[in-house]
Structure formats: structure tokens, C-alpha cells
């Protein structure tokens, strides 16, 4: 039991932790290209904006003389060069005299150097001088200082930086959380889901544990859904129905054979301890003590053949192949006249082709036609071997089949559409209306046939090939005296 929850807590924690990986890579992916692109976007923009305010001072000090007094704080009530620097960028403009002296200090105020100093007191209008990163009360800025020719000061611009990098700082941070979120977020639900998918496997599971430890293979599979875990748990469920049906006729197959091997056997041993004083026996009583052995080790052995042949037909190891039904009846009946020395007829009518077994096959009608030869011993009138198969005219009608009295559905019941029927006819004493019903169970033997030779295993072979063949066996009385017996196969489709 522990192993099977290690096992199973090891394909959920498979299914949770590749979801909870899949989801996070994505996610980081998505988080990292989005950051990615918002924070070049947001510095560009910044910087573009700051790189336009520079350029048009520049223009504006180009156009015409200006002096540190036009950029006063007092010209932001008309249309001065102040207001066109402060408007589209916020901007924080620090004013400088010549020889770089403060005039108008910004707010905060800019830091001034000596490179500045200089660009003030420059004769060319429009010179400037950059810095990249300067540290203005704690907060980080880029200023630009920018010359108004003929050494009558400067102007500085400087544009803060720091809040925008707390900004995308701030977005990265929500980025990591979301990243988490949808993590676990993503780790529940492939525990959900793999929760979900492991529990009819873990069902599945049970059952073969149970099967492995029980031996029992009569448990029922539950099964739901119609996903690729519903039809493994379906397949499982019929393979258990097959061998547990296997089990029953093997287990039934034993029974009754050790029931029946106990007679012969026990005769053999009475007549074995015989043997030991066969020397005080006549002479007629050893003759009659040595047939009874030969008559009995013979039983045995035909026996112990029915027993292999019905469990040799139970296991469906021959392949199957294409064989003509009619030309099998008249090979078995050649076999049959040379055995009984009896006059075998077969005839046929319609198509006669089937898929089956031939060993299976030849066995059924060889046991028919011995059956026959057996139970009306010392008979004159030939047995008749009759092999029917749909009409070609008719190929999806019912099959007409030829009776004993040569008249069409004479098999009755047995008749199958589509199906190739076999029947053996003789003139015998019959089966009685109790016994028809039960001709074809195993070792069962009617009152007058317990005194003729046979295990009582025949029948039931041909009972075991038909079903094997998608057909049914039948018997019935034949007009006139007799018995019809047989059995039917499912015909061959029609090639092409």
C-alpha cells in the first residue's frame, strides 16, 4: 500500500511540479519581454523628450541674442523661452551670468563646475556640455548646460531620472508577484488535475493489486469517462471476465474429468489385483480378465485424448485461414468409410466457404460422423454427411438448408442467416426429447449409450468449435427414424 501511494503521489507530484514549471517559464518569459519592453520604452521616451527640450534651446539662442533676463521666472506670464523649455517635460532650468554665477536657481538647485563655467562664458551661442548622471538632492538627473553666446551665461536643464526608475523598479516588483501567483496558482491546479486523472488510476491500480494478492479474478473494474484511462480500465475489465471464464472452465474441465477417470481407473486397479492369482483362474476366466484390461486401458486412453482435444480447442492457438466446409466433410468421411467400413455420403449445396480452424473443424465433423457410426451399429442405410451455405442468388437471405428428406430447412431453428451449416444423418435409434437438451454437455451420456464405448466428451467438442465459430450445435429426430445432428458456422465474407 505505501508503495502504491509513493507511486501515485509521485505522478501527482509530477503532474503539479511540471505545471507549476511550465506555467512559471512562461510566465517569466512573458513578465522579463514585457518589462523588458515597457522600461525601454519609458527611458527612450524620457530621454527623447529631454534630448528635444536641449535641442530647441539650442535653436531658440541660435535665432536671435537672448540674455540671462529673458529667461527670468517673471517672463512665465507671456510666451517666453522659460515656459517653452518647462512645458513639455517638467523640466528644472537653473539660469547662470557670465562667468557661470548663479542668476536664477532652480528648484532643486543644479550643481555648477567648471565645464559649465566655461560653456557660459563661451562666445559661440548654442554650446553645451552633458552629464549623463549627476546626483541633485538625493535623486538622480541628467543636465545639460547650454551657452548664450558672447559670454553672457548659460542655461542648465536637467530632467530627473530616479522617480521613472522607482516606477519600472515598482513594475518589476509586481512582475515577480505575479510571476508567483500564477505559479502556484498553476502548481493547485496541476494537483487538481493530476488529482483527478490518478484517481481512476489509482482504482485500476487496486484492482490488479487485489487480483495479484486474492487470485480472484471475479472483481469488477469501475470505470467512467470514454478518455484514454476509460478504455485501459474497460480492456482490463474484460481481460479479468476472460480469464476468470478461462478459470471456470478449466476448474470445471478437471472436475469432471477426475469424475470420470475414477471409473476406469478403478476398474483397472480391481482387475489389476486380479492378476494376482490369474494362475488360479480358468482359462475362459483370463481370457475374459485380459479383454476387460485391453477394453479399459483403450477407454482410458481415448479418454485422456477427448480431455486434450477439448482443452487443446478451449485455447484458440490455430490460426485461423479460409477452407471450404464441404471439402473437410468429405475428407473426414473418407477417413470414416475405412474406419467403420460403413458408406458415408456428403453432400453440399450453396456456398460452403468459412473462416475458421481447420483442426477445430475436422474434429467436430469427424466426432459427428463416429457418433453416428457408434449409436446405429450394425446399420445398412448409408449416413449422410449434408454441408449448406447461402445461395448465391441470395447472398444476404437466409441460407436454405438440405434435409434429411431432402426438402429445405430441415435444421429449423438452427439455421443462421449468412451461416454454413453441417449435418450428419443416420438411421440409429434416436435421442430421446430428455436427452436432446443435454447431447452436447460434457460426459453426459444417455441410458442407452453408458454401455456402448466412449468417454461422452464428443459432443461437447462440437458444442465448443461451433461457439468458437459464431455458430450454435442442434439436434433433432429425422422423419422416417433417426437423428439429426449438427452444428452451424459463421460463413466467409465475400472477397472483394
Sequence with gaps: MRRRLRQV??????FTVSFAAVAAAVTVLVGFLSYDAAARLVRVDQQTVFAEVVQDLRDQVRERPLDPGDFAPSDLDHAGPLEDIIRPSRTDVQVLGAGGAIIDRGV?????????????GHAAAGALVEHKDVDVAGDRYRLTTVSLGGGRGAVQVAQQFSDTEDLLRELQQRTVLLVGAVVIAAGLFGWWLAR?????????????EDVARTGRLGIQVPVTGHDEVARLGRSFDRMLGRLAQSEEDQRRLVQDAGHELRTPLTSLRTNISMLRRIDELPPDAREEL???????????????NELVALAAGQSDTEPVRRLDLAELAEDVAIVARRRTGR????????????DGRPTALQRAVSNLVENAAKFDLGGRAPIEVVVTGPTPASPTGPAAFVGSAGS???AGSSSQQGSVCVEVLDRGPGIGDDDLERVFDRFYRTADARSLPG??????IVR?????????????????????????????????
Design 9 to 14: 503521489s509521485s505522478l501527482r507530484a509530477t
Design 108 to 120: 532643486p538647485p543644479l550643481p555648477v563646475n567648471g565645464r559649465d563655467r566655461a560653456v557660459a
Design 290 to 304: 485380459v479383454a476387460d484390461l485391453a477394453l479399459e486401458s483403450r477407454e482410458l486412453t481415448d479418454l485422456v
Design 455 to 460: 468417454s461422452g466428451l464428443g459432443l461437447s
Design 408 to 410: 429445405a430447412g430441415s
Design 343 to 354: 458408406d458415408i455420403t456428403v453432400r453440399a449445396a450453396g456456398d460452403t466457404a468459412v
Design 464 to 496: 465448443e468449435v461451433s461457439t468458437a465459430h459464431g455458430g450454435t450445435p442442434f439436434a433433432h429426430p429425422r422423419k422416417g427414424g433417426g437423428t439429426v445432428i449438427g452444428f452451424t458456422v459463421e460463413g466467409a465474407p465475400p472477397i472483394g
Design 196 to 208: 483527478r486523472i490518478t484517481r481512476r488510476l489509482v482504482r485500476l491500480a487496486g484492482a490488479a
